[in-house]
């Protein structure tokens, strides 16, 4: 029997891209058979139990194998980064990784091991087992490009990105402000960006990565790359762009699975005229303040748009309580008095979760403000949705440059330096998308691009490709 391995980090977005990549596997090459490392961290991730329950359920030849829970030191929660829990995490799980491989290799032979770049630790040990690794890069080829280059930038400075008022040139890419690159990399004395630059160093040395994008909606960066100018101290590893991979509905919006029955937010629509609704939902762990909450409400009350907005209670303000799940919001008081009223006949405010996928597919919504978290960003492409650009955490303000400049499919928030957005702002952007010629030149754009991604995906077309090149390399002789 012929196995691959997979080994997601436990962050929804990167799980739920992983298994995805495991049923395309299945899909066009079922005799391999698939097992998910699974780890249950002590900090929030999003619910995804719902969506593994389901796909257990649904497609047997998909193992998810469960290694034994470890627990994290307490000085590791001192870094204000989730990543540094993230890349912590999985450091201290090499030992059960080791152990799972071995006894997975008693009963077939592992062809592969696909990591997620937080698991970068574990190349060590496929190293040691003789099984070749790859990366699973679970955001799109500019972003790959970025960390690529990363190791290229970091010899050249000795200021941290957040200190250097500049624009950088990184092969491939518009010009992206040094504030711009991913949060958890801009103070480089920050434990998280030690880690991605270790991320950074390891990807070349991988069998191959594997990109959650497809060469239409990015094909500078992926020329870039396979050209060998993001990595200057060695070969570029083989890179398969397979995507897009995105979930049918059980996520998004995080934090939560649904019951039966179809969601009270897909009947509204059903009532809404074609393309007038704008959908704002922010990820697993995009929480507003109580303050720019209520400014968000009255920026979508002046722009006299039709709205469906997902909102979860503000972060905590204990310290203890920072990675932990938030709880049910109370609308009445985290809204400016009487909102909910006034605007009940064209927008609709729903709790904490939302089935994004099947939202953005309705035929009533016509934009999407989003944080800019990748698996969103390919969910409004695949569905033709233009896109208002809010990016708050991990490496969305640098998927905010992309989508604005290099792609053309997104119009920028605009925040102040503190982060935060007022009212004027948010109904500006909005009457852009919905109303004016800028929001009509980015929906002919994403509808050709969502036709590109069609075609990339069938008999025939690059990532489909792609995928049979990766499987290739798995095989001997």
Sequence with gaps: MESVVLYPSPGMGHLISMVELGKLILKHHPSFSITIFIVTPPYNTGSTAPYLARVSSTIPSITFHHLSTISLPLDSFS??????????????????????????????????????????????????????????????????????????????????????????????????????????????????????????????????????????????????ILDGLCVLDGPTPPIFCIGPLIAADDRSGGGGGVGGGIPECLTWLESQPKRSVLFLCFGSLGLFSEEQLKEIAVGLERSGQRFLWVVRSPPSKDPSRRFLAPPEPDL???????????????????????????????????????????????????????????????????????????MKLAIPMEESEEGFVTATEVEKRVRELMELEEGNTLRLRIMAMKEAAETAMSDGGSSRTALTKLVKSWRPG
């Design 332 to 406: 009445n008081s985290l809204l400016p008095d009487g909102f909910l009223d006034r605007t009940k006949e064209r927008g609709l405010v729903v709790k904490s979760w939302a089935p994004q996928v099947a939202v953005l597919n309705h035929a009533s919504v016509g934009g999407f403000v989003t944080h800019c978290g990748w698996n969103s960003v390919l969910e409004a492409v695949c569905a033709g949705v233009p896109m208002v650009a809010w990016p708050l955490y991990a490496e969305q303000r640098f998927n905010r440059v992309v989508l604005v400049e290099e």
């Design 79 to 224: 870094s204000p980064n989730h990543e540094t829990l993230a890349f912590e995490f999985l450091r201290l799980n090499n030992p059960n990784v080791h152990q799972a491989l071995v006894s997975i290799s008693n009963n077939s032979s592992v062809r592969a091991l696909i990591v997620d770049g937080f698991c970068t630790a574990a190349l060590s040990v496929a190293a040691q087992l003789n099984i070749p690794c790859y990366y699973f890069f679970t955001s799109g080829a500019c972003c790959l490009a970025s960390f690529l280059y990363l190791p290229f930038i970091h010899q050249q400075t000795t200021k941290s990105f957040k200190g250097l008022n500049t624009h950088l040139h990184i092969p491939g890419l518009p010009p992206v402000p040094a504030s711009d690159m991913a949060k958890p990399i801009l103070d480089r004395e920050d434990k998280a960006y030690e880690f991605f630059l270790n991320m950074s160093i390891h990807l070349p040395r991988s069998a191959g990565i594997i990109v959650n994008t497809f060469e239409a909606l990015e094909p500078r960066a992926v020329k870039t």
